[in-house]
């Protein structure tokens, strides 16, 4: 039986459903729209105070609308408490909205002066904190020339960037900057956390998130989906039950690995080391013969087996609970002979690696509980389309291969993305850069495969599994550093982290 597996996740919302959360406030609050603003406004000077204390000098970047409203009411606080704030604008944002207009002018009633980029001052300097108040989460294009200027001016103005709602030029709901973008070092979310900013592109923009919830009253929420829930390690400690004292290894499934063609055994060893290590009761490999001594000098735990053909791998499929299929497998004749044959066994099946090369070559009918694990390029292939536009839009990307392939799919990076039919999307908050190297997928691959084996559903072992071995990375990554990282790294934190 499957453990609950996302107890603890975070809601995540779009756009538009935090423009519905916006309204419903402000009925909430009487009416006043202002109230909203003004709350926010002072948030976000709160905040101010709490992670930059000692900023004296500090430049506010006001765009025309509602964020460029907070950044206003922020302004007018920083300078009613001695700051020595500036207030800069591009000549076409003045600004537009009513709210906005208010607290422009509350900002100008204390005394407060405004510059325009490109006519008053053409840099962004002298200064020790930037606030961008310039588009939040209403930006969803290119930004035009002047645009750009101002992002790249505030890029470089020698002083941390704080943003309030998303960092400017950040598409929110797509996940992804179409453009120029900021970059922030803190970014303030109002009321609910947004699902753009978990993932891709945005993860490299917003620094480090955090949320207000302007004291919104949690029946605010009823009858309004999320767009998406973020796990994030806490938890793995209420996904992994402990296992009865008479437990058997029946009970933990039998995985069978299949790939490792020639040249490529590491793959299909990495794979079945951490199903292993992942908790499977059994392990089998199905492998070139040339592969298997390596195996079982590294690994004798695993069954390692010379597989030639598919007549020679039906009797491990027979045997075997669930296949992970893909690591090493090659794109020949071996490959696509293993491959059909896995599949038509009609067992609960991970691919990856070469399985999806060949899937996207060939599509064919998939069990509803089969997982895909395909990186962006890999995605691509699947969907027909170049890597970057996967990453233009990660959350299309994994849905419409889920809808295509009727099934479950986690589409690995920054921000893994974890997609079923009729589920919400699941976003693991774990990973570093140092995890961007050759054989990590495939121990991916492995782990879920043993997750899966022992009890978790399909939309549960992708998820926890892909949670899992990005917070093993980190483990990894925080005893030895990111760079120089290797797979076999993260088998002693598997361990200790599929334990809590």
């Not at 709160?46 to 409203?69: K, M, Q």
């Not at 055994?265 to 089998?284: F, I, N, P, T």
């Not at 001594?293 to 590294?298: D, K, Q, T």
């Not at 043993?450 to 917070?471: E, K, T, V, Y």
Request: net charge negative; aromatic share 4%.
């Amino acid at each position: 039986m499957s453990p609950p597996a996302t107890a603890g996740a975070t809601p995540l919302y779009d756009t538009a459903a935090l423009r519905t959360l916006e309204a419903r406030a402000t009925v909430a609050l009487g009416g006043e729209p202002y109230e909203l603003m003004r709350r926010a406004g002072q948030a976000a000077w709160r905040f101010l105070l709490r992670h930059w204390p000692s900023a004296h000098r500090i430049v506010v970047v006001c765009g025309p609308g509602n964020n460029g409203g907070d950044g206003y009411v922020l302004a007018r606080h920083a300078r009613e408490s001695g700051r020595d704030v500036r207030v800069l604008r591009l000549p076409m944002h003045a600004p537009r909205s009513e709210l906005a207009q208010r607290a422009c002018a509350d900002y100008g009633a204390g005394g407060g002066g405004i510059e325009t980029f490109g006519e008053d001052v053409h840099d962004v300097t002298d200064c020790e904190l930037v606030v961008d108040a310039l588009f939040g989460i209403g930006f969803a294009r290119a930004p035009d020339a002047e645009t750009a200027r101002l992002f790249a001016a505030i890029d470089h103005a020698g002083a941390d960037v704080f943003s309030l709602d998303a960092p400017s030029g950040i598409d929110v709901d797509r996940a992804g900057a179409p453009g120029d973008a900021v970059h922030a070092a803190r970014t303030l979310q109002f009321i609910a956390r947004h699902a753009g900013l978990c993932t891709g592109a945005a993860l490299d923009h917003a620094g480090e998130p955090a949320l207000a919830t302007l004291d919104v009253a949690a029946e605010t929420f009823a009858g309004v989906a999320p767009a998406a829930e973020l796990l994030s390690p806490e938890c793995l400690r209420r996904a992994f039950r402990p296992r009865p004292r008479n437990a058997h290894k029946g009970q933990s499934g039998h995985v069978l690995c299949i790939g490792g063609d020639d040249g490529h055994g590491g793959a299909a060893m990495l794979c079945a080391e951490a199903a292993l290590r992942a908790g499977a009761g059994l392990v089998s490999l199905a492998t070139r013969s040339m592969h298997v001594p390596a195996m079982l000098a590294r690994r004798p735990e695993a069954m390692a087996h010379g597989v030639g053909s598919a007549d020679a791998l039906r009797p491990l499929l027979d045997a075997a609970s669930v296949l992970a299929l893909g690591p090493g497998l090659g794109q020949g004749g071996w490959g696509r002979a293993l491959f059909d044959a896995a599949l038509d066994a009609g067992k609960p099946t991970i691919l990856d690696a070469d399985a999806l090369n060949l899937l996207a070559k060939e599509p064919r009918a998939l069990r509803e509980d089969a997982v895909l694990t395909p990186h962006p390029g890999e995605a691509g292939r699947l969907l027909g389309i170049d890597a970057t536009d996967v990453q233009a839009d990660r959350y299309s990307a994994v849905r419409t291969l889920c809808e295509r392939h009727h099934c479950v799919v986690v589409l690995k990076g920054a921000g893994t993305l974890v997609a079923a039919p009729g589920r919400i999307v699941r976003v693991i908050a774990a990973g570093n850069p140092g995890m961007a190297v050759g054989g990590m997928g495939d121990v991916l691959t492995g782990v879920v495969a043993a997750l899966r084996a022992q009890g978790f559903d399909a939309f549960d072992a992708a998820s926890i599994g892909a949670l899992l071995h990005a917070a093993a990375g980190d483990a990894a990554a925080r005893d030895g550093g990111e760079r120089g990282l290797l797979p076999c790294d993260l088998f002693p934190a598997l361990r200790r982290l599929a334990n809590p």
